[in-house]
């Protein structure tokens, strides 16, 4: 039987889906999140994003990612308040 995949929609980007896979690699943050592929492994590797290397790669988890997210605009938020 092969996995089920789940979509979701991202509550984040108006009419943007969310990654598929419940642990996404680099390359579906990178489209998820509009940035290079470089970027998000450059960020994983200082702790920047969250994520954790197993052997050769990369893996993220989708909610935390989405947190990720969340956090990151309430703090300009709150910085632009100032």
Known sequence: MPPMELVLKSPLVP???SVTHADPCGKQVAEYLQMSD???Y???KKGELPAVKIRQ???FDRGE???WL????AN???RNEK
């Open 15 to 17: 009419g943007k889906q």
């Open 38 to 40: 470089d970027k998000i």
């Open 42 to 44: 450059d960020m994983a």
């Open 57 to 59: 790669q990369w893996r």
């Open 65 to 67: 990612i989405d947190q």
């Open 70 to 73: 969340k956090d990151h605009r």
């Open 76 to 78: 300009r938020e709150t």
